[in-house]
Each structure stands twice: as structure tokens, then as C-alpha cells.
């Protein structure tokens, strides 16, 4: 019998992975034992690999923390029960039939669906909510939006506490007041007020589009706060993009940059955070050299 010889692989892929493998070292090693926080769509489905690239993150060293949403779920089990949703300045109007049915399906549902599947991918991870050891504290953000809070404090707690015994965190947008009264909180908000006390290294907000674009629809592959405010203020940041920007703007307190991403691109967290080109838009304090 003839024995098969195995084709080596072709020279040029053997340089194109070294050259790879020598451009995301430096970045490797800039992030290690840094904390990134990573904001991904309440679907699964909807998120290609930023749950893979996630789990590597993990595994190389680097400490994710995943705030989920989960927006479009709420409004197909609102469609369900005959409710009809409303959004107000980009924000869902929440009674309290709509905050029952947003903690069920994102405490509920969306958590423990993502915590499934990186867990199924290798990671360790673990579902919390920004009630669980009073995580998230706020207060109400305008009453035209019903029980809606803007956060108030946040207590990383339970958050270092996991992560210190070797857990991916994954955290559902909720919150209560002093009192004890469980607010809707957007997810956006909550990951920019998490990476803002952590500190983070970077904040990266997963949406479905490929960036943030200006009236001509062209992708803005770099903001600063002056130009994320003169932005709104055109009306050329509308919509669900507002929350994303301005948790982004709040975060960089502290945060060094943010970015908001396409999590329809393939590894598109790894590029961003391991290459010299990035994707998506990047919003920082000041213009970048």
C-alpha cells in the first residue's frame, strides 16, 4: 500500500501567518491581565465569532467582562403577548408588564443562553444580573420613558470576585433603586458604567452595522467627544446609536478609547484589539496622532 504523503503548505502562508503572529504579539502583551469590556446583541445568533474571539481573549490572558443586551428578543416576546413596544429618544418605554417581561427574557432567557454557549466554546463563564449583589444601582431617568434607570453606582463586587476565581463574567442589563425597585436599564449604558469603574483598557460595543456614519453614510473610522456632541446635536447620530455613543463618551473618564463594532465581521474583535488597522469606529477624548 502507497503511503500518503502529506502536501506541505504553500511558503507564502506559512509568512503570511508568521507575519500575522509577529503583528499581534506587541498587543497580546499590552493586554494581558487587562480587563476589556465587551458589549454583544442579546442573540447568539446574531453575533458571528465575538463569542469565540471572546473565549481566545480569555485563554491568552485578558480579562472580558460581557454585558448583553437583548432588545430585539424583548419586542418579539412583547409581539407574542399582543403588547406593542415604544421607544422614546432611542430608549424602549418601559411599565411595569415591560419590565417583568425584559427581566424574564433578559435575566431569564438571553443570560443564560450566552453563558451556554461559552461555555460550549471552552470558557468558563458565569450569568449575572445588575441586580445580583447590587451590581448596578440607579434612579430613575425621565418619566416619559416609564421605569427606565440611568445608572447611579456601580459595585464590582461580585464582578471580581468570579473573575478572580477564574470566571468569564456575563452581565444582563438590570438595576435597582435605593428602595429595591428593579429598573430597565440600557445595556449600552450599563457597559460603558462598567468599563468607567473598571477602568478598563478598552471598551467595545458589538452592534449590526459597520460604525458609526455621517450624513453621507460614510463609515467614521475616528470620533472625539467634540465631534460625538456636534454629531448629535446635527441629528446625524439618531436613533439607537445615541445610547452606544454616549456610554462610550461617559466611559472614557477613565477608558482610554472605545470602540463600536461590527459583530457581523468575522473576529472582528480580535483585529481590533491584535492588528495595526482596527475596524469599526474608534471614539477617544481627543484626536489620535
Not at 507564502?12 to 498587543?27: F, V
Not at 432588545?71 to 406593542?84: A, D, K, N, Y
Not at 471552552?122 to 418619566?143: C, E, F, H, M, T
Not at 455613543?245 to 474583535?269: N, Q, S, Y
Request: net charge negative; glycine share 12%; aromatic share 4%.
Amino acid at each position: 500500500m502507497a503511503t500518503e504523503v502529506a502536501t506541505p503548505a504553500p511558503a507564502y502562508d506559512s509568512l503570511l501567518m508568521a507575519a500575522a503572529i509577529k503583528e499581534a504579539l506587541p498587543y497580546i502583551a499590552r493586554f494581558v491581565g487587562k480587563t476589556v469590556v465587551v458589549k454583544i446583541g442579546g442573540s447568539i445568533h446574531g453575533d458571528g465569532t465575538a463569542l469565540e474571539d471572546i473565549v481566545t481573549l480569555a485563554r491568552l490572558g485578558v480579562k472580558p467582562v460581557v454585558v448583553h443586551g437583548g432588545g430585539p428578543m424583548i419586542s418579539e416576546w412583547q409581539g407574542r403577548m399582543g403588547l406593542e413596544p415604544k421607544f422614546v429618544d432611542g430608549r424602549r418605554y418601559t411599565d411595569e408588564m415591560t419590565l417583568d417581561l425584559a427581566r424574564m427574557v433578559l435575566i431569564g432567557k438571553a443570560n443564560s443562553d450566552l453563558v451556554a454557549h461559552l461555555v460550549s466554546l471552552g470558557g468558563r463563564a458565569v450569568g449575572l444580573s445588575g441586580i445580583d449583589g447590587g451590581l448596578i444601582k440607579a434612579r430613575l431617568r425621565d418619566p416619559k420613558l416609564g421605569l427606565v434607570g440611568e445608572v447611579t453606582e456601580v459595585d464590582l463586587g461580585p464582578v471580581k470576585a468570579l473573575m478572580d476565581a477564574g470566571y468569564l463574567v456575563v452581565v444582563a442589563p438590570s438595576a435597582t433603586d435605593g428602595e429595591g425597585q428593579p429598573l430597565n436599564v440600557n445595556a449600552d449604558s450599563i457597559a460603558g458604567d462598567i468599563a468607567r469603574a473598571f477602568g478598563a483598557e478598552k471598551l467595545v460595543m458589538f452592534t449590526d452595522v459597520d460604525g458609526v456614519r455621517d450624513k453621507s453614510g460614510n463609515v467614521l473610522s475616528a470620533l472625539t467627544i467634540e465631534q460625538v456632541n456636534a454629531y448629535i446635536a446635527s441629528g446625524e447620530i439618531s436613533g439607537g446609536m445615541i445610547p452606544k455613543v454616549e456610554a462610550c463618551v461617559r466611559a472614557l473618564d477613565t477608558v482610554p478609547r472605545a470602540h463600536i463594532l461590527d459583530g457581523r465581521v468575522p473576529h472582528a474583535l480580535l483585529a481590533e484589539l491584535f492588528t495595526d488597522a482596527g475596524v469599526g469606529t474608534m471614539i477617544t477624548r481627543e484626536r489620535v496622532a
